[in-house]
């Protein structure tokens, strides 16, 4: 199954929403697509990261069926991370997926 | 939830170690996930059986990602799978480097990957990886086995850290050498010579290695992190 980055996004904001359930008001992660994530003036620390890259995987999976492994070597830069934002993540996943389908 | 199996994989399932520790997981009343190249495993309804190879990045993910949505939950991961070579090192090819370090080193990273972050979600999870009495004693002949194991150790140690803010523990147990098919080709006389350096000069049984496994598992061992016990007294 291929994956758009509409599809991609509305799953990681998904992840978002759940994650901040759980967050008090104040530390929680802007739902904005834009909003710098991670990295120089970001919201989420690095176990925050984790937290969310394990969200976005487990409901791009529910969403669709894809076992996509969003780790990354630019996680550390500030042009090229994929974590940089949530728009970032989701053009991500569907880079890797279209990797996957070959 | 306290109440459900708990869930165990244990990486190597068709044969030796890995083989008996899944048969008294599942005696136990857990549920085990195993794997292997080839097919086998125990011959029971509460074991589940994932041919693959550990070193198979999107195989190993695939094979996660199906126990969270059968199973939703990983309590525990023993990595046991692993591989040995016997041989000078100016007589080793590259490939065996490959093959050694693919199985001990990226098979043992996958599955701790993918399996700490289903533990993740519960906030709880043990891991143990498996090391060698190999890499301590500096083993001539084995000088890529100790290398890779000695890897496993420093990944173990890291880890440990990385997943404490998870409520991960990440150990390692190191056996002396275990009658299995993974010393078979050893010749006798080094086998010896090499037990002659353990405090303790005997084989060592797989119940020595399930006993470190339980010990690391025990809930209250959750302030023991990034440590590797050998067996034996080295
Ligand atoms: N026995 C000892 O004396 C001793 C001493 C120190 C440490 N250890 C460690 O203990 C662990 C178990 O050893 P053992 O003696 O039980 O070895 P073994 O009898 O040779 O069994 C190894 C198991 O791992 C599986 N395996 C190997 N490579 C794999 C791969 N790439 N992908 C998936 N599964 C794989 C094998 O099944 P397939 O062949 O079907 O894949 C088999 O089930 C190893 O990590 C070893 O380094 C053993």
Redo the contacts with the bound molecule.
């Keep these: 199954m291929s994956l758009d980055a509409e599809t991609a996004l509305a799953a990681i904001r998904g992840a978002v929403a759940e994650i901040n359930l759980s967050l008090p008001e104040g530390s929680r992660i802007p739902d904005d697509p834009d909003a710098v994530l991670f990295g120089d003036g970001g919201v989420v620390d690095s176990v925050g990261l984790v937290n969310l890259v394990m969200a976005a995987e487990a409901h791009l999976s529910d969403a669709t069926g894809l076992d996509l492994v969003l780790a990354s070597e630019a996680a550390m830069s500030r042009r090229r991370s994929p974590y940089r934002s949530l728009r970032a993540l989701a053009e991500y996943a569907v880079e890797m997926a279209r990797a996957q389908a070959g | 939830m306290a109440d459900q199996p708990r869930v165990i994989v244990i990486?190597?399932?068709?044969?030796?170690?890995?083989?008996f520790l899944a048969e008294r997981f599942l005696e136990r009343g857990w549920q085990v996930i195993g794997?292997?190249?080839?097919a086998?495993g125990p011959d029971h309804p509460a074991y589940a059986h994932h041919e693959?190879?550990?070193?198979d990045e999107p195989a190993v993910t695939r094979m996660m990602r199906a126990i969270a949505r059968s199973h939703g939950r990983v309590d525990a991961l023993l990595?046991?799978?692993?591989?040995?070579a016997m041989n000078h090192a100016l007589l080793t090819p590259g490939a065996t480097l490959r093959r050694i370090f693919?199985?001990?080193v990226f098979?043992s990273f996958y599955f701790c990957r993918e399996a700490a972050k289903l533990m993740a979600r519960n906030r709880h999870g043990r891991i143990v990886n498996?090391?060698?009495?190999?890499t301590p004693l500096k083993l001539e002949g084995e000088a890529v086995?100790a290398a890779s194991?000695a890897a496993v150790v420093s990944l173990t140690e890291v880890l440990a850290r990385e997943l404490a803010p998870f409520g991960i523990t990440v150990n390692a147990v190191?056996?002396?050498?275990?009658?299995?098919?993974?010393?078979g080709s050893v010749p006798e006389e080094k086998m010896r010579a090499l037990i002659a350096r353990q405090a303790i000069p005997r084989y060592?049984t797989m119940e020595d290695?399930l006993n470190v496994c339980d010990f690391f598992l025990r809930p209250e061992s959750d302030f023991i992190t990034g440590q590797t016990i050998y067996l034996g007294g080295i």
């Design positions: 990486t190597g399932t068709r044969k030796g170690i890995g083989l794997c292997a190249r080839g086998g693959l190879d550990v070193a990595n046991n799978a692993g591989i040995a693919a199985t001990n098979g498996f090391a060698t009495v190999a086995y194991k190191g056996p002396t050498p275990v009658p299995t098919d993974l010393v060592g290695v």
